[in-house]
């Protein structure tokens, strides 16, 4: 299990976010970035842009839970709560002249993330078989062109919740679709469409997107718990529990599983427990 | 924080077993060797002999919970329940001829427990202040002898439950005492006595044994929880929660409180916090 939960802000996102900030030019780092999430995205950029000395703007939907909007004021970013989010901070960065850190569909994300692949392959140089949650597709990616860059050899599973399938419906039908109704426990995989960068990185290098119920997903996160000591998210557990309902072909050899994020409160974690 | 919580069989247990094991003679190991313990030496021994080819006997209370009991067994001991459990134990004992592997009253388990510390000074050589929870004392009488023997001036803290206060009550009459009523959710924390070795370590090398309430071991169990991705038993965030409620006067420089253990399930986690 690669344990990105115990990533500063609770998830493997300020990867992608710190490489990203990294590329701005002198000009951008002055004017600011700008964001839109209502998960873990929004805690990584809210911190990294603060670690890196930049002003960030995040934009979360009208009903984000109170103690995420809390968790990215903490970290020092200005938070702007709208109904329509993803429209909203579009124009915001217009107006503004903002920087859009995008969640998951930017070559600059997709390559910082990539950085769990190059840490997997140092503690496992024989690495046989990789299977990781996908929402944007920003985490399969940046690993995907990583580990096959070096390994090409390995097999690469994605798992996708059945209420929020967009990447597994993008492949059948041969382009990135958006999907009209999203139904998940697992928040952090349900952006409504798989993004153009991902999903094209996707098609080459995945081998296999599984389609798995909630239910797996619980399984994996109880397992996570009582077994390993770690507190998963829905989205974290998603690779354990395609690998627990023994849905996984797996390579002969070592095998990961992402735990890609642990950002869950006691009261959600005790209602769906 | 050193997360002994991660350790094979969910707690820092293995350690003084696999240590306690290796210096049985051959003729002691061909006859095998017994315990007793409700908790998570009984899961360690059960481990670590079935790793190291030893038959192993485990004695239980007779209410031990059947996770427990079925852990112990599926690690391949022979789990034995008994009313009168440590007196049992003995008796089995001399029977049988096998040898007793004691939960923490052993200066073979207190020297591995100590590895703890060797590797907190690895990854800390200016570590300033340790808190380590005490139960028996065999964690942190082998830590103190590690910690002391190389850093003579790093501040150790011991963090016992008000409702099981054996070591801080042996300190306050000068001798180790036996409790005649328990009363805390850190069962691993909870044993009735303290004992000889651990005592007499404790007194000469921990400067200062605090005592807290169940309400400050459950803020550390949440802190952990929600901030950390760990999911501790009582007994494993009782010197994280010391430190949260303030307790704690620390040295100048860098502080280790350890997670000592992490075995609770889903249902105990819900109805404690």
């Given at each position: 299990l690669k344990a990105e939960l115990l990533q500063k802000t609770g998830s493997f996102k300020p990867r992608g976010v710190l490489n990203r900030l990294q590329l701005l030019t002198p000009e951008e780092r002055e004017r600011g970035v700008i964001t839109f999430s209502a998960g873990n995205h929004a805690q990584a950029v809210a911190w990294a842009a603060s670690a890196a000395g930049i002003r960030a703007t995040v934009v979360m939907p009208a009903q984000a839970p109170e103690g995420k909007v809390a968790a990215a004021q903490g970290y020092g970013a200005e938070v702007i709560l709208h109904e329509h989010f993803v429209d909203y901070v579009l124009r915001l960065r217009d107006e503004r002249g903002l920087t859009l850190v995008h969640p998951f569909d930017d070559p600059g994300i997709i390559a910082g993330a990539g950085t769990v692949g190059l840490e997997v392959l140092a503690d496992l140089?024989?690495?046989?078989t990789l299977v990781v949650g996908i929402g944007g597709g920003g985490l399969i990616s940046g690993m995907a062109v990583a580990v096959r860059t070096q390994r090409p050899a390995v097999r690469i599973i994605g798992v996708e919740p059945l209420g929020a399938n967009a990447m597994f419906r993008s492949l059948a039908v041969g382009h990135p679709v958006r999907l009209d109704t999203l139904n998940t426990i697992a928040d952090g995989l349900a952006p409504p469409y798989a993004g153009e960068h991902t999903y094209a990185i996707v098609r080459e290098l995945v081998d296999e997107v599984l389609v798995i119920p909630d239910e797996e997903i619980l399984e994996g996160m109880r397992f996570l718990f009582e077994r390993c000591k770690l507190v998963a998210e829905p989205a974290g557990a998603a690779a354990t529990g395609a690998l627990l309902a023994g849905r996984v072909r797996a390579a002969d050899g070592p095998l990961v599983a992402v735990v890609?994020?642990?950002?869950?409160?006691v009261a959600r974690m005790k209602s769906l427990l």
């Open positions: 140089p024989d690495l046989a890609s994020g642990g950002n869950i409160d």
